[in-house]
């Protein structure tokens, strides 16, 4: 298995515009998380689901971010208008959660900078 | 919900000098606190796991203590090396997935 994948690797964009993060999670995953790190807050947890289905999106900033998880095998973060204070490392991570396999598989994350 | 705090946010050992870094969390009913790893411009990678039913775990030169009693865990390396050198994140699960603490950086000067 290829592990988690995310793209795009780096992404720079303009205040404003919409912004779109892509990740393909291990196959047979059944839960797929999203976090945002920055060095003042760490690793935040934006959203996490099971089965496809957004189980919390507590941790979502603002109306302006948004996830969807169409397929076990697909899901995407969105920003807009994005802005500079977006400008973070997001990354998708996998696992299922099972009492004696909860570990969480990191994809390479995608540096985000909104000028 | 769980709030995880981790200190120090800096830590600079010499080679073969022990590490010790620490965690408290506030939500009693957490039950799985792992420890990852990420090296510069990397990917978190699971280094040790430890769950509520146990004390304390060990794996080689990494061991992880847990007090259930306190809400805190910390994590040990012992005989360190310059490639141990990354940022440690201690996380607590709650109802709501991993929480993780800000992370320590770790120098390890030869």
């Known amino acids: 298995d290829a592990g988690v994948i995310q793209s795009p690797r780096h992404e720079v964009t303009e205040m404003g515009q919409e912004v779109t993060l892509r990740c393909k999670p291990i196959?047979?995953?059944?839960?797929l998380f999203w976090y945002r790190q920055t060095m003042m807050r760490g690793l935040e947890l934006l959203i996490y689901f099971n089965n496809n289905v957004p189980i919390d999106d507590s941790g979502m900033p603002e109306d302006r971010f948004s996830a969807k998880m169409p397929n076990a095998s697909f899901s995407t973060l969105k920003i807009q208008p994005s802005e500079p204070r977006d400008s973070a490392v997001y990354f998708c991570?996998?696992?299922?959660?099972?009492?004696?396999?909860?570990?969480?598989?990191f994809g390479s994350g995608t540096q985000l900078s909104v000028l | 919900g769980e709030n995880v705090e981790q200190h120090p946010s800096t830590l600079s050992v010499q080679e073969g000098d022990s590490a010790v870094i620490k965690c408290t969390y506030s939500d009693s009913a957490s039950n799985y606190f792992p420890w990852y790893k990420q090296e510069l411009g990397k990917r978190p990678q699971l280094i040790i796991d430890i769950r509520s039913n146990v004390g304390e775990k060990k794996d080689q030169r990494i061991a992880v203590t847990l007090n259930k009693t306190a809400k805190h865990f910390s994590l040990h390396i012992t005989e360190t090396q310059p490639e141990d050198s990354a940022v440690y994140f201690c996380a607590a699960r709650d109802g709501k997935g991993l929480i993780f603490g800000k992370g320590t950086k770790l120098s390890v000067k030869p």
């Open positions: 196959s047979g995953h059944d839960y």
């Open positions: 991570a996998s696992s299922t959660q099972g009492w004696a396999n909860e570990k969480l598989f």
